[in-house]
Protein backbone atom coordinates (compact mmCIF):
# COMPACT_ATOMS: atom_id res chain seq x y z
CA UNK A 1 0.00 0.00 0.00
CA UNK A 2 1.09 3.11 -1.04
CA UNK A 3 2.38 5.72 1.69
CA UNK A 4 1.38 9.27 1.62
CA UNK A 5 3.04 11.42 -1.03
CA UNK A 6 3.81 14.95 -1.25
CA UNK A 7 5.30 16.88 -4.25
CA UNK A 8 7.78 18.30 -4.27
CA UNK A 9 10.02 17.73 -2.27
CA UNK A 10 11.97 20.62 -2.30
CA UNK A 11 11.29 24.33 -3.47
CA UNK A 12 13.39 27.48 -3.41
CA UNK A 13 11.05 31.05 -3.66
CA UNK A 14 11.70 34.36 -2.73
CA UNK A 15 10.01 36.91 -0.51
CA UNK A 16 6.68 37.84 -1.61
CA UNK A 17 5.83 34.54 -3.88
CA UNK A 18 3.24 32.35 -3.58
CA UNK A 19 3.38 28.54 -3.38
CA UNK A 20 1.34 25.95 -3.54
CA UNK A 21 2.44 21.86 -1.99
CA UNK A 22 0.91 18.92 -2.86
CA UNK A 23 -0.06 16.25 -0.73
CA UNK A 24 -2.10 12.40 -1.94
CA UNK A 25 -2.94 10.71 1.19
CA UNK A 26 -2.98 6.72 1.83
CA UNK A 27 -5.80 5.37 -0.95
CA UNK A 28 -8.83 5.41 1.94
CA UNK A 29 -7.41 7.89 3.70
CA UNK A 30 -10.38 11.07 4.11
CA UNK A 31 -8.39 13.01 6.61
CA UNK A 32 -5.82 15.31 5.91
CA UNK A 33 -3.88 17.57 8.17
CA UNK A 34 -1.13 19.52 7.54
CA UNK A 35 2.11 20.89 9.63
CA UNK A 36 5.15 23.04 9.81
CA UNK A 37 8.06 21.81 11.17
CA UNK A 38 11.19 24.33 12.04
CA UNK A 39 14.29 23.73 14.32
CA UNK A 40 13.24 26.57 16.68
CA UNK A 41 9.17 25.68 16.63
CA UNK A 42 9.26 21.73 16.02
CA UNK A 43 6.09 20.58 14.20
CA UNK A 44 3.44 22.62 14.24
CA UNK A 45 -0.68 22.08 13.29
CA UNK A 46 -1.71 23.89 10.20
CA UNK A 47 -4.72 23.15 9.65
CA UNK A 48 -7.00 19.49 8.85
CA UNK A 49 -9.57 18.69 5.67
CA UNK A 50 -12.21 15.87 5.84
CA UNK A 51 -14.74 15.35 3.21
CA UNK A 52 -13.38 18.83 1.43
CA UNK A 53 -13.78 20.75 4.67
CA UNK A 54 -11.72 22.18 6.89
CA UNK A 55 -12.53 20.55 10.20
CA UNK A 56 -9.93 22.44 12.50
CA UNK A 57 -7.15 25.26 12.42
CA UNK A 58 -3.88 26.08 14.04
CA UNK A 59 -2.80 29.65 14.61
CA UNK A 60 -1.52 30.88 11.46
CA UNK A 61 -1.59 34.04 9.60
CA UNK A 62 -4.26 34.02 6.63
CA UNK A 63 -1.43 33.29 4.24
CA UNK A 64 -1.71 29.81 4.46
CA UNK A 65 -4.73 28.00 3.40
CA UNK A 66 -5.84 24.47 1.81
CA UNK A 67 -8.30 22.67 0.18
CA UNK A 68 -9.14 19.24 -0.60
CA UNK A 69 -10.12 17.80 -3.53
CA UNK A 70 -13.28 14.99 -3.92
CA UNK A 71 -10.57 12.16 -4.04
CA UNK A 72 -9.16 13.84 -0.63
CA UNK A 73 -5.83 14.96 -2.29
CA UNK A 74 -4.87 18.34 -0.62
CA UNK A 75 -3.37 21.45 -1.42
CA UNK A 76 -1.78 23.96 0.71
CA UNK A 77 -1.04 27.30 -0.29
CA UNK A 78 1.45 30.20 1.39
CA UNK A 79 1.11 33.88 -0.34
CA UNK A 80 3.11 37.05 0.10
CA UNK A 81 6.12 34.18 1.13
CA UNK A 82 8.25 35.29 4.47
CA UNK A 83 12.17 34.29 5.08
CA UNK A 84 10.27 32.48 7.93
CA UNK A 85 8.01 30.70 6.25
CA UNK A 86 11.32 28.42 5.06
CA UNK A 87 10.09 24.83 6.85
CA UNK A 88 9.59 21.73 6.61
CA UNK A 89 5.76 20.96 5.35
CA UNK A 90 4.56 18.02 6.19
CA UNK A 91 1.09 16.22 4.91
CA UNK A 92 -0.54 13.46 7.10
CA UNK A 93 -3.40 11.52 6.12
CA UNK A 94 -5.60 9.19 8.53
CA UNK A 95 -8.73 6.61 8.18
CA UNK A 96 -12.12 8.01 8.69
CA UNK A 97 -13.20 9.42 12.05
CA UNK A 98 -11.58 11.39 14.46
CA UNK A 99 -8.66 10.36 16.41
CA UNK A 100 -7.19 8.23 14.06
CA UNK A 101 -3.46 7.32 13.79
CA UNK A 102 -2.23 9.55 11.33
CA UNK A 103 0.97 8.98 8.92
CA UNK A 104 3.17 10.96 7.46
CA UNK A 105 4.84 11.53 4.39
CA UNK A 106 8.21 12.74 3.57
CA UNK A 107 7.30 16.58 3.16
CA UNK A 108 8.18 19.43 1.41
CA UNK A 109 11.64 21.47 2.21
CA UNK A 110 10.99 25.15 1.68
CA UNK A 111 13.29 27.72 0.89
CA UNK A 112 12.32 31.32 1.22
CA UNK A 113 15.57 32.95 -0.33
CA UNK B 1 4.35 27.01 28.84
CA UNK B 2 4.39 24.58 26.15
CA UNK B 3 1.24 22.50 26.20
CA UNK B 4 4.13 19.04 25.89
CA UNK B 5 7.40 19.48 26.81
CA UNK B 6 10.25 16.99 25.60
CA UNK B 7 13.96 16.96 26.12
CA UNK B 8 15.56 17.40 22.93
CA UNK B 9 18.78 15.66 24.36
CA UNK B 10 20.93 14.51 22.45
CA UNK B 11 20.67 11.15 24.24
CA UNK B 12 23.63 8.51 23.84
CA UNK B 13 23.65 5.13 24.47
CA UNK B 14 25.65 1.91 23.60
CA UNK B 15 24.01 -0.97 21.10
CA UNK B 16 21.91 -3.43 23.22
CA UNK B 17 20.76 -0.28 26.28
CA UNK B 18 17.72 0.23 27.49
CA UNK B 19 16.16 3.36 26.35
CA UNK B 20 13.98 5.68 28.38
CA UNK B 21 12.45 8.31 26.52
CA UNK B 22 9.62 10.70 28.41
CA UNK B 23 7.16 13.72 27.61
CA UNK B 24 5.11 15.72 30.17
CA UNK B 25 2.09 17.63 29.46
CA UNK B 26 -0.28 20.24 30.88
CA UNK B 27 -3.63 20.26 28.91
CA UNK B 28 -5.40 17.45 30.73
CA UNK B 29 -7.77 17.45 27.87
CA UNK B 30 -5.46 14.87 25.89
CA UNK B 31 -6.74 11.44 25.75
CA UNK B 32 -4.91 9.86 22.70
CA UNK B 33 -0.82 9.35 22.57
CA UNK B 34 1.64 8.87 20.01
CA UNK B 35 5.07 7.93 19.59
CA UNK B 36 6.78 8.75 16.39
CA UNK B 37 10.67 8.13 14.92
CA UNK B 38 11.95 10.35 11.77
CA UNK B 39 14.90 9.74 10.54
CA UNK B 40 17.07 12.59 9.02
CA UNK B 41 15.29 14.13 5.73
CA UNK B 42 12.22 11.82 6.43
CA UNK B 43 8.49 12.03 7.59
CA UNK B 44 7.54 11.40 11.02
CA UNK B 45 6.75 7.79 11.04
CA UNK B 46 4.20 6.06 13.73
CA UNK B 47 5.97 3.51 16.42
CA UNK B 48 2.68 4.11 18.98
CA UNK B 49 -0.55 5.09 19.77
CA UNK B 50 -2.45 4.81 22.99
CA UNK B 51 -5.73 5.73 24.30
CA UNK B 52 -5.72 6.96 27.73
CA UNK B 53 -3.56 5.63 30.79
CA UNK B 54 -1.82 2.20 30.57
CA UNK B 55 1.27 0.26 28.82
CA UNK B 56 1.40 -0.67 25.08
CA UNK B 57 4.12 -2.79 23.95
CA UNK B 58 5.09 -4.17 20.44
CA UNK B 59 8.14 -6.05 19.92
CA UNK B 60 11.30 -3.87 21.27
CA UNK B 61 9.03 -0.82 22.25
CA UNK B 62 6.74 -0.10 25.08
CA UNK B 63 4.60 3.26 25.74
CA UNK B 64 3.30 4.06 29.08
CA UNK B 65 0.73 6.45 29.54
CA UNK B 66 0.29 7.94 33.49
CA UNK B 67 -2.58 10.60 33.19
CA UNK B 68 -2.26 11.51 36.67
CA UNK B 69 0.77 12.54 36.47
CA UNK B 70 0.28 14.00 32.76
CA UNK B 71 3.78 11.73 32.28
CA UNK B 72 4.40 9.77 28.84
CA UNK B 73 7.51 6.99 28.32
CA UNK B 74 8.29 5.02 25.44
CA UNK B 75 11.26 2.25 26.63
CA UNK B 76 13.47 0.64 23.70
CA UNK B 77 14.97 -2.26 24.66
CA UNK B 78 17.94 -3.76 22.93
CA UNK B 79 18.91 -0.31 21.10
CA UNK B 80 20.43 -0.81 18.02
CA UNK B 81 22.22 2.07 15.82
CA UNK B 82 19.61 1.41 13.56
CA UNK B 83 17.28 3.05 16.43
CA UNK B 84 19.52 6.38 15.87
CA UNK B 85 16.72 9.28 14.87
CA UNK B 86 14.82 11.53 16.67
CA UNK B 87 11.19 10.40 18.88
CA UNK B 88 8.54 12.55 18.90
CA UNK B 89 5.97 12.64 21.44
CA UNK B 90 2.16 13.61 19.97
CA UNK B 91 -0.63 13.75 21.58
CA UNK B 92 -4.51 14.89 21.17
CA UNK B 93 -7.74 15.75 22.95
CA UNK B 94 -10.06 13.97 20.75
CA UNK B 95 -12.80 16.59 20.35
CA UNK B 96 -11.65 18.55 18.09
CA UNK B 97 -10.65 16.29 15.20
CA UNK B 98 -7.12 15.53 14.29
CA UNK B 99 -5.11 18.17 15.71
CA UNK B 100 -1.32 16.90 17.04
CA UNK B 101 0.36 18.96 19.58
CA UNK B 102 4.30 17.68 19.21
CA UNK B 103 7.24 17.31 21.86
CA UNK B 104 10.23 19.44 20.66
CA UNK B 105 11.60 15.69 19.79
CA UNK B 106 14.85 13.81 21.61
CA UNK B 107 17.41 12.83 19.34
CA UNK B 108 18.90 9.38 20.28
CA UNK B 109 22.24 8.12 19.36
CA UNK B 110 22.80 4.71 20.07
CA UNK B 111 26.40 3.74 19.82
CA UNK B 112 28.07 0.43 18.20
Known amino acids: KAGVTQTPRYLIKTRGQQVTLSCSPI?????VSWYQQTPGQGLQFLFEYFSETQRNKGNFPGRFSGRQFSNSRSEMNVSTLELGDSALYLC????????????FGDGTRLSIL | QKEVEQDPGPLSVPEGAIVSLNCTYS??????FMWYRQYSRKGPELLMY????GNKEDGRFTAQVDKSSKYISLFIRDSQPSDSATYLC????????????FGAGTILRVKS
Open chain 1, 92 to 103: ASSPVGSNQPQH
Open chain 1, 27 to 31: SGHRS
Open chain 2, 90 to 101: AMSAGEYGNKLV
Open chain 2, 27 to 32: NSAFQY
Open chain 2, 50 to 53: TYSS
